[in-house]
Each structure stands twice: as C-alpha cells, then as structure tokens.
C-alpha cells in the first residue's frame, strides 16, 4: 500500500485517485487545519455514532467533569447499543465519557446530553450552534448519539472539523486512544469495555477516533494517526466493511507521508499487546 501512495504523492500524480470505497471523505493536518485530501466532501451523510464526537467535546468543554450524574427514566429509553444505565444511578461525568465513546453506549449519549442541557432537544441546539462555530456549517444534529434521523446529518468537511476541534481536549485524546477501561456501576458490577477501533491495534500510530454504523449510515470512522511529529485526521462516510480500515489506513498513510514522514515509518501493524488496563474513570 506504501509503494502505491508514493506513487500517488509523485509530480503529475492526482490526490483523488486515491482507491476508496467511502462515498466521502476527508483528511487533515491535526496541527494546522490544512486538507490534506478531499472526496465529495461536502455531500450530506449520516454520521451514525460519530456523532459522539461533538456530544463529547460539548460535555468535555463545560468541564466539572467529577460532578455526579443521576441516570433519569428517560435516559434509558434508547435503542442498544448500551451500558444498561438504570434510573437512580450515579456516575461522573468524566466515567459516561469513557462509557459513550468506547461502548458507543447511546443510553450514556442521552444522559450525558439532558444533564448538559436538561433536554435533547436544548442539546442538539447546542450541538448545532458549537459545530457551526467550528465551521462546519452544513450539518444538522438532533440527538447526542446519531441513531438514524432523516433530519440528522453532516458532511466529511464538517466532520472532520469537530474531530479535530475535539482533539485539542486532553481528556478526549485520552479516551479515543484508550483500547480497555473497567466500567463500575454503583452496586459493584464490572465491566471490561473494549474500544471498537480496531485500528489502534492494527496501524501503528494510531491515536483515535471513532466508529459508527447505522443501516442509512453503513460504515463510518473517524480516525488519527501521530508519527514522526506529524499528526492525521481522516473520515470515510458511507463505506462497506473491508472499507472501514482499509480507506481509513489508506488516508492516514497518505497523510503522514505527505506531511513528510518517512514512508519506512509507516507499519501496518499486526495486534499490539492489549494489557486489559483498569482506567478507573481516567484519573
């Protein structure tokens, strides 16, 4: 794959010969904001549970993340994927963030979203308001976790933009690039959550981000890379299941060496060593 991008990065050659299999995408330099790369980039799509990117990012930046949260009725009235969070539970803030973004857990979504804005509705204007102040202005949210909604939508630029944005939080480049943490509930049941990117066990460097699928959706990721002092944020939109990791490992290849990282750096790993860590609310 390395031989094939080089030659793609050679005078003459075009970006968007790029062999993806996402409807769209996009590529930036985590640092400058610069695009690296772009494929209809700025056609709607469903961001399915990417969506929890800007949850997190609202939640992370009105900070007291200690604060204890009580689990509302209403907060565990949503479809699986969950933690099984029932009315009367307490959990800190900082606990729901790691829960939401490596189980995916929209019942943690939800609770998180009513306890920053006291409803859905009033957080998904928030979520709409912060990602225009971002510059992604094409996107529309209405929930916190991104199960289907016609009227719930968003593009590779703008996506791309609140991940980026959302990786300047110290706390949210620790969650996205933890692989296991032990979730607690209140009467003593553990659980060992394991992160669903695969690819910070499959491409080395990787540092993040975040998947997502719904039957609208199909396949999205949200995906980082650090090598050689260079840092890489790529979304594929709308891709197939192979697609996921190999459009995601092409762009961020592409990216760092673009960036000027030694194409010998650059390893498509087989698993690292997961040492099932005991994070304990990320402290």
Same mark, same amino acid.
Request: hydrophobic share 40%; with cysteine; charged share 20%.
């Given at each position: ?48 549970? !990417? ?86 202005? !094409? !996107? ?144």
């Amino acid at each position: 794959m390395v031989a094939a991008l080089l030659a793609l990065l050679a005078p003459g050659a075009r970006s968007q010969d790029l062999p993806l299999a996402a409807q769209s995408a996009a590529l930036v330099d985590s640092y400058s904001g610069e695009f690296l790369y772009a494929k209809n980039a700025d056609a709607k799509q469903y961001p399915a549970s !990417s969506t929890k990117i800007l949850t997190a990012l609202i939640v992370i930046e009105a900070g007291n993340l200690d604060q204890l949260v009580t689990v509302a009725p209403e907060d565990t009235k949503v479809e699986p994927s969950s933690l099984n969070l029932k009315p009367g539970q307490q959990f800190t803030r900082r606990q729901l963030l790691f829960g939401m973004l490596l189980k995916s857990a929209n019942d943690v979504a939800m609770c998180l979203a009513r306890d920053n804005a006291g409803s859905i509705p009033a957080f998904a204007e928030k979520m709409d308001l912060r990602a225009a102040e971002l510059g992604a202005t !094409s !996107s529309h949210f209405v929930n916190p976790h991104g199960l289907h909604d016609p009227n719930h939508y968003t593009t590779a630029h703008d996506l791309v933009l609140i991940a980026r944005a959302a990786m300047q939080q110290p706390l949210f480049r620790q969650i996205v690039s933890t692989i296991y943490f032990t979730w607690r509930t209140p009467n003593g049941e553990v659980d060992e959550l394991r992160n669903h990117n695969r690819l910070l066990r499959h491409f080395a460097g990787c540092n993040g981000l975040k998947t997502g699928y719904t039957r609208a959706a199909q396949q999205v990721l949200v995906s980082s890379a650090l090598r050689g002092g260079h840092e890489v944020i790529s979304v594929v939109l709308h891709t197939d299941k192979p697609g996921i990791w190999v459009d995601s490992k092409t762009l961020l290849t592409y990216g760092l060496i673009k960036l000027g990282c030694p194409a010998e750096d650059i390893v498509d790993t087989t698993d690292r060593v997961d040492e099932p860590g005991n994070a304990d609310e990320g402290k």
